[in-house]
């Protein structure tokens, strides 16, 4: 399961403890506010596309939209994103728990601009109802992100 591979992630790092598990669904961006009783935009979700025919992952603020012109000139190809199906065989989480952490080799993961306007945000961790978190600087240091990118918009 998708959770215990990012709870075991953590576990390395003894942040195990800090994974937070719910009753009630967080899938989406509202459902995780609501679990969590955050402003949606302190949600990181994790959008999921094809480029160059491998993934790449941008975590993203709750309120933010992917500008098409911006990631045009980001990564050189409209932005498609991934089939639920193609989620899962390509990044090893499932839609709805898609996060940063215990993700598959060759995964590229960016962290979006319209995160740097918090101290903290919530991104899942593997499953439809987890999260943690997590301080901009820990975003940094455990997603194994490869740059700060500016491809959103409306927040």
């Given at each position: 399961m998708s959770i215990e591979k990012v709870k075991a992630y953590w576990k390395k790092f003894g942040m195990e403890e800090r994974v937070l598990e719910?009753?009630?669904?967080?899938?989406?961006?509202e459902l995780a506010a609501e679990a969590l009783h955050c402003a949606p935009q302190r949600i990181a979700?994790?959008?999921s596309f094809l480029v160059d025919n491998g993934a790449v992952l941008v975590v993203a603020a709750?309120?933010?939209?992917?500008d098409n012109p911006k990631y045009?000139?980001?990564f050189g190809t409209k932005a498609r994103m991934l089939s639920p199906e193609q989620v899962e065989?390509?990044?090893g989480h499932a839609?709805?728990?898609?996060?940063?952490?215990?993700?598959?080799?060759?995964?590229?993961?960016?962290?979006?601009?319209?995160l740097k306007r918090f101290e903290t945000v919530?991104?899942?961790?593997?499953?439809?109802?987890?999260?943690?978190?997590?301080?901009i600087e820990e975003l940094e240091q455990y997603?194994?992100?490869?740059?700060?990118?500016?491809v959103c918009k409306g927040y």
């Open positions: 719910f009753d009630v669904s967080s899938a989406t961006v979700k994790t959008l709750g309120d933010a939209r992917i045009k000139a980001q065989e390509l990044i839609v709805g728990g898609v996060c940063p952490f215990a993700v598959k080799d060759g995964v590229r993961v960016y962290l979006d601009e319209s919530f991104p899942a961790c593997g499953s439809s109802n987890s999260a943690i978190e997590l301080t997603s194994g992100y490869l740059g700060w990118v500016d």
